[in-house]
């Protein structure tokens, strides 16, 4: 009969062979290369979505001549695009969205008193 001290030698050594069998299973790797994450069909549509709501949100803030809220959304898309997307297509819409963002927002509203007076003038 093996004795308590041989017991436990054993016991050691079948736990550190099942510790590096599964060490051998699991491989963690550090991306330091900056290429866009592989996602799957389902994470890859509502990224799509989330991407065309930052350019929606983008138009809306431009026509209410909102430039904070402008400069955001673009800036929000331009992250998006670096971090998820690949290829020449991204390239140029990166190109393209900080072409946009280099411009302000300088909306010049009319003045329409002019009409009002007349209107005015000739309801009397």
Known sequence: MPS???SDAGWKQA????????RSLV????DQTGE??????EQRY???QNLRLQLESARLALLNAD?????H??????????QYFTGDQRDALLN???????????????DISGSLNWLEEYQQ
């Open 46 to 48: 509502f990224l799509y």
């Open 15 to 22: 736990l550190d062979d099942i510790w590096q069998q599964m």
């Open 96 to 110: 393209t969205l900080k072409k946009l963002q280099d411009a302000q927002i300088n909306i010049s509203i009319p």
């Open 67 to 71: 430039n904070d809220n402008y400069q």
């Open 73 to 82: 959304s673009l800036q929000t898309a331009i992250n998006w695009l670096q």
């Open 4 to 6: 308590a001290t041989e």
């Open 27 to 30: 491989v963690i790797r550090h």
């Open 36 to 41: 866009a994450a592989v996602l799957v069909p």
